[in-house]
């Protein structure tokens, strides 16, 4: 009788525990009601709870001009909480169903802005440590996307940061390049060196490396044997500088530290 008793208020338990379900706040909100808590809530910073609304909206209406302003808003979100590979996956989703959005510009912007800020992927600057093989794929990235958007929305008003923005990115590759040149040149790769240096000429001309990368290229064909590639280097140099050091002394490496000729 007593088992009978104990096997029954068990039975009795697991039923009353199972017909207790979470209770969901949001049922019977409209479109409205729920954009406007999620925009709320993602003013205030609590982007937690901002995400799971975007979510919940477009779960449950996903058509119309909500579920569009909600899916950029939740790009914009996972961004400001340092989540960027979500941040660009849905950047990316809202690009792939909105192409034609009048707000497309600012998610090239943002998903530009997210690799900007993803320091993961820069060089250690103060480290010390051998970086020359290491690479920049996220200043990469952001200038590829700033890029494009310049492209796509010339008069974008976004269009004006994101070109200061590509301007220190070139900078900072320019300087990897050319550290990386260097670093080949110490360690005899010629081949290496040369394509390196002529990486800095083609893709970043404006960064203020072109002298020592031609120095590099002209010495670095001259170990190779090519010799009509160092003579047209050469020639090159001379013409766009005349005062150059390089053209009395062979290229010798810099001796300060290399991260501070970085960007």
Not at 95 to 109: E, I, M, Q, S, V
Not at 138 to 144: E, K, P, Q, T, V
């Amino acid at each position: 009788m007593k088992k009978s008793f104990v096997a029954l208020l068990a039975v009795l338990l697991m039923a009353g525990c199972a017909s207790v379900e979470p209770q969901d706040e949001t049922r019977g909100w409209t479109v409205d009601q729920i954009y406007a808590s999620a925009h709320e809530e993602m003013n205030g910073g609590n982007y937690t709870r901002a995400i799971k609304l975007y979510e919940t909206l477009q779960a449950r209406f996903p058509y119309g001009r909500q579920a569009q302003q909600a899916l950029m808003e939740q790009a914009y979100t996972h961004y400001k909480d340092s989540e960027p590979e979500l941040a660009l996956a849905a950047a990316n989703r809202f690009l792939r169903l909105y192409p034609t959005h009048p707000n497309a510009d600012y998610l090239y912007y943002l998903k530009g802005l997210v690799h900007y800020n993803d320091d993961s992927s820069f060089l250690a600057r103060a480290t010390g440590q051998d970086n020359s093989e290491r690479d920049p794929k996220a200043a990469r990235d952001s200038f590829n996307s700033f890029k494009e958007l310049i492209t796509r929305y010339p008069d974008s008003r976004y269009a004006e940061d994101a070109a200061d923005k590509m301007g220190k990115l070139a900078r900072a590759l320019g300087g990897h390049e050319m550290h990386a040149a260097r670093y080949y040149m110490k360690r005899g790769a010629w081949l290496a060196a040369a394509n390196r240096a002529q990486t800095v000429v083609q893709e970043y001309a404006n960064t203020g490396h072109n002298e020592e990368a031609l120095a590099i290229m002209e010495q670095a064909y001259g170990k190779l044997g090519l010799k009509q590639l160092q003579e047209d280097t050469r020639r090159i140099l001379a013409l766009n500088f005349p005062q150059s050091v390089y053209l009395s002394a062979p290229w010798e490496p810099r001796q300060l530290p290399w991260w501070q000729f970085w960007g």
